[in-house]
């Protein structure tokens, strides 16, 4: 494996050439960005994995999201074993690794052992589970969609594999894999699998550094690229011209531009995040950063001085705003897909304002008593 770690520099591989309705949510069995999106007829609605004590060990909660005040209305819950989640990028559906408890392995069980596809009704939030597709085991995972809906990206943690299956667009039933590739084992568990938004490149952490693969369009299968860096939490900008990565142990967060062609990150320096840095959300007209650390939210502008589409850029520091967290770099940290509301787990899911004018952050309160393990919001943007 190529790698370029003194000069924070990615050296692809060949010849080192070429990133509230109040309605019960059930679960049935049957079987180029730059803006902020154009508001939608449809509701947003929010999705929490909570832990619970029963054989799923899960509980998948459904809230319906005040488009006024960003409060969340519970709308619905059902035990399901979930062990990461994915939505498609048009709202349609909700993707869910689910554990097997009988699935054993290594002495232990509870392994992954399917995706399922869960239609999301536009107006309630209500899921219809559609299909379920059958996965090699593994114990841990992280799953994530391309942006045309038509592929799902499932990464093996304990060992280190990546696959590719098609996703059927009409029901978002998982299909064939058409690809699989071992890079290298695992690095952060709850390090998110960043997907370029014009479905270029896939990036990850994995051990060594963040892993990058290539996607070949035609075919959905991957080109390996290298490792950069340390391991992080990665968030691509909306335009897809630049690569963030908020490194935990360095405290720092990393910005990369993206050569298009090739793949290749150019380092563009890096910020400090005052203490162990968490996961990092960028705003959806691209001005905006937000990280966690192990105590406070970080509110960062992306500068836009030299940058042939106004957008993009280094970070600079604008404000810091204390969340009552101690020395927690593993909150989780989710934005509604039009920008207007943030939102922090730590011991419940506190909800944040956003002033796009001036990145600053208004407190909601408390919308959820959970301590997810995972969250994430929808809105639909298409039929």
Known sequence: MTRARSLGIWLPLALLTACGTGR???????????????????????????YSTGEARTVLQTYVVDDATGAWNLAGSAAEPIDSVAF?????????????????????????AKVAAYRIDPATGVLTRTGAGDLAQTLASKIA???????????????????????DASTGSIGREIFSDHQTAWGLDTSPVAVDPL??????????????????????????M????????????????????AERDAAVVATYGIEGGSGSLLPRGEVSTLSRAGPLVVHPSGRLLYVVNESDILEYRLDVAGTPDGLGGAPTLIGVVASGAT???????AMDPAGRFLYV???????????????????????????????????????
């Open 24 to 50: 019960v949510s059930t679960i049935s069995d049957s079987g180029s960005p730059g803006p902020s999106p154009t508001p939608t007829p449809w509701p947003t609605f929010a999705y929490v994995v909570a």
């Open 88 to 112: 498609d990028p048009q709202g349609r559906f909700l993707f869910a690794a689910l554990r097997d408890p009988h699935a054993c392995g290594h002495g232990t069980c509870g392994w992954v």
């Open 145 to 167: 969609t391309d942006p045309s809906s038509r592929l799902l990206y499932f990464i093996d943690r304990d060992h280190g594999y990546v696959h590719v299956f098609e996703i």
């Open 199 to 224: 479905g270029r490149f896939v990036y990850y952490s994995g051990g060594d550094g963040l892993v990058g693969y290539q996607v070949r369009v035609e075919t959905g299968t991957l080109r390996p």
């Open 226 to 245: 290298g490792y950069v860096g340390t391991d992080g939490y990665p968030a691509v900008h909306p335009s897809g011209r630049y690569l963030y990565v």
């Open 327 to 333: 020395a927690d770099p593993y909150r989780k940290l």
């Open 345 to 383: 787990a730590h011991r419940g899911v506190v909800g944040y304002a956003i002033d796009t004018a001036t990145g600053g952050l208004r407190s909601l309160g408390t919308v959820s008593p959970e301590t997810p393990s995972w969250m994430g919001l929808v809105t639909r943007s298409a039929p």
